[in-house]
């Protein structure tokens, strides 16, 4: 059974919940604040319940809510129901922005409290869940230049990344856009011996053709009217490092002739020169499109091809990674969320279901950008797919995403939304409007993550 500590000075309430609560939990109790920092010296519980009226001040709340700090400074993870006087608002209110999870007020209904410290529960369960999802990519991002996944595709190009960067064997990367084709470069270009020398990349359907060949073999002064300095280009600059071609199916044909001789020989000539530059560096290139159709199409050489492809590694989209969907939209949600100092949030039931059939077109760049997006609008803890911007496509999906419970809390949040905004926050009318107690109103403004500051009596 999970671990239960209960902080309270009256013999009445320890014996009341000592009674209530020891079948589904092993019950721990402290009398005051100096007992609860010793508990959790020796021992840990996920939920505490914490009276602030503690000694040797119990007629003040001063020692409970340092109780509730230290705490939270020793093990920031229990989750901490605050139990409150009915007319102690405005204190429960101060331990909420403090963080504790939830209050309760006085007198105690143990029911009510059974289902507050079961949810109590079942949310650390899933941050500690995430927390150490997060961990492992943190480990294997470390080693891979930011690379992370877990199914076995991945496993698979993380294996084939060690293996060959200790090699200068040219590698083409073959994936769909936004899968992470640079990612792998970087990662071989990273383990290599050449990873104190430059990473260089260029992608070769960004720039106009009569601009590109300047680019990566450089100019010699005079060579066009305007080249008044000679210019060094990408290839060069790679000397001794790593040269990435992306998207190099769009490369001209003419072009492909003298990337193939700089294969075979390694020497460039810049434009306008006759001087033939040896350059040592490393080629690494990457392309979207079906290279087969491109050679049979005439749009790509052959040869060049078998020099690029001595080794190719092959990048699964998105939708066939299966758990890594999840895995990676939770390390995003993290990033961003501690890099905008928002506070800790996590992906409604609806948004991990759709999440996980949805195609992703743009695949780890489009779930990259969503998420970051969601954290960047979403004013409450809990990510919705309208912040994902996924409503208008998971209606169209129907049943198969929105189930009754869902939309039914989807009505829910918005009657309550307007209830809130309507009567300014006043507890009363407001449950009045929606026929419900005011219990209930606290319960459900928590759960849908809605900001109520007036809580009116």
């Given at each position: 059974m999970e671990n239960l500590l209960i902080v309270d000075d009256s013999e009445d309430i320890r014996k009341q919940l000592r009674w209530g609560l020891n079948k589904d939990y092993t019950v721990h109790f402290a009398e005051d604040g100096k007992g609860a920092l010793a508990f959790f010296e020796q021992q840990y519980a996920k939920v505490v319940i914490l009276d602030l009226g503690l000694p040797p001040r119990e007629e003040t709340t001063e020692e409970g809510f340092r109780c509730l700090e230290e705490i939270l400074k020793k093990r920031p993870s229990p989750k901490v129901i605050v139990v409150t006087g009915q007319n102690d608002r405005e204190n429960a209110l101060k331990a909420i922005q403090m963080g504790a999870y939830d209050f309760y007020p006085k007198p105690v209904d143990l029911r009510e409290l059974k289902i507050i410290i079961n949810r109590a529960l079942y949310l650390y369960n899933i941050e500690e869940e995430n927390n150490q999802l997060q961990y492992t990519f943190a480990n294997r991002a470390g080693e891979l230049s930011g690379m992370v996944g877990m199914c076995?595709?991945?496993?698979?190009?993380?294996?084939?990344?060690?293996?060959?960067?200790?090699?200068?064997?040219?590698?083409?990367?073959?994936?769909?856009?936004?899968?992470?084709?640079?990612?792998?470069?970087?990662?071989?270009?990273?383990?290599?011996?050449?990873?104190?020398?430059?990473?260089?990349?260029?992608?070769?359907?960004?720039?106009?053709?009569?601009?590109?060949?300047?680019?990566?073999?450089?100019?010699?002064?005079?060579?066009?009217?305007?080249?008044?300095?000679?210019?060094?280009?990408?290839?060069?600059?790679?000397?001794?490092?790593?040269?990435?071609?992306?998207?190099?199916?769009?490369?001209?044909?003419?072009?492909?002739?003298?990337?193939?001789?700089?294969?075979?020989?390694?020497?460039?000539?810049?434009?306008?020169?006759?001087?033939?530059?040896?350059?040592?560096?490393?080629?690494?290139?990457?392309?979207?499109?079906?290279?087969?159709?491109?050679?049979?199409?005439?749009?790509?050489?052959?040869?060049?091809?078998?020099?690029?492809?001595?080794?190719?590694?092959?990048?699964?989209?998105?939708?066939?990674?299966?758990?890594?969907?999840?895995?990676?939209?939770?390390?995003?949600?993290?990033?961003?969320?501690?890099?905008?100092?928002?506070?800790?949030?996590r992906f409604s039931k609806s948004a991990q279901e759709f999440m996980t059939i949805y195609q992703w077109p743009g695949n780890v760049r489009e779930l990259e950008n969503r998420v970051q997006r969601a954290v960047i609008m979403s004013e409450l803890p809990v990510i919705e797919l309208h912040d994902l911007d996924f409503t208008e496509l998971a209606e169209s999906k129907g049943s198969m995403v929105l189930t009754l419970r869902e939309a039914r809390d989807r009505i829910e949040r918005d009657m309550l939304i307007k209830a809130n905004d309507k009567y300014k926050g006043n507890m009363t009318k407001i449950s009045e409007a929606l026929g419900v107690s005011r219990t209930t109103i606290y319960d459900l403004l928590k759960k849908h993550g809605i900001q109520n500051t007036a809580l009116h009596e």
């Open positions: 076995p595709a991945m496993e698979k190009v993380f294996s084939n990344i060690r293996k060959i960067a200790t090699s200068d064997a040219p590698v083409l990367v073959v994936g769909e856009s936004g899968t992470g084709k640079e990612l792998v470069a970087k990662a071989i270009h990273s383990l290599s011996s050449r990873k104190t020398d430059r990473f260089v990349a260029i992608n070769c359907g960004a720039i106009p053709e009569n601009l590109l060949e300047s680019e990566l073999f450089g100019v010699e002064k005079g060579a066009f009217t305007g080249a008044h300095a000679q210019v060094f280009g990408k290839v060069e600059y790679a000397h001794q490092g790593t040269l990435f071609l992306d998207e190099v199916a769009e490369m001209p044909l003419a072009l492909q002739v003298k990337l193939l001789r700089f294969l075979q020989e390694k020497i460039i000539q810049r434009v306008g020169g006759r001087k033939d530059i040896p350059v040592d560096a490393r080629i690494i290139a990457a392309t979207n499109i079906a290279i087969g159709k491109a050679i049979r199409d005439g749009n790509f050489r052959e040869d060049l091809y078998y020099r690029l492809g001595v080794i190719t590694i092959n990048l699964p989209p998105l939708r066939e990674r299966g758990d890594d969907i999840l895995l990676l939209a939770n390390l995003f949600l993290k990033t961003y969320s501690d890099k905008l100092s928002k506070k800790t949030k």
